[in-house]
């Protein structure tokens, strides 16, 4: 459950940067660059994704401008890069219990 993001994976002139145009905006009108190695403090959508996406391995950086996610690769590129960026949204992964309306509506009120 959740919602997917509808993403395109592209190669850039540069070798070892590869780039998801994603069918949402993440920053705004902000940059974000995260490095490997970076303590990521923030709470924002950009920040969980960079993380992910670092969390992989074989990433150097990860630079975020509005809906486009640039990712440069300090080895070979990990194999479900492109499924950890379309699963941002995804909250309920198989094996995880999903809530009742009745635990949803406590949870509100």
Request: aromatic share 6%.
């Amino acid at each position: 459950m959740g919602q997917p993001v509808t993403l395109i994976r592209s190669t850039s002139s540069r070798p070892g940067v590869i780039r998801f145009e994603l069918n949402r905006s993440l920053t705004g009108m902000g940059h974000a660059r995260f490095e490997a190695g970076q303590e990521i403090t923030a709470d924002d959508p950009a920040a969980k994704l960079a993380g992910r996406i670092l969390d992989q391995g074989g990433v150097a950086a990860v630079h975020i401008y509005g809906s486009m996610v640039t990712v440069h690769l300090s080895a070979i590129e990990p194999a479900d890069l492109a499924d950890v960026v379309g699963g941002l949204y995804t909250y309920y992964l198989p094996g995880v219990e999903i809530p009742s309306d009745e635990e949803l509506i406590a949870m509100v009120d």
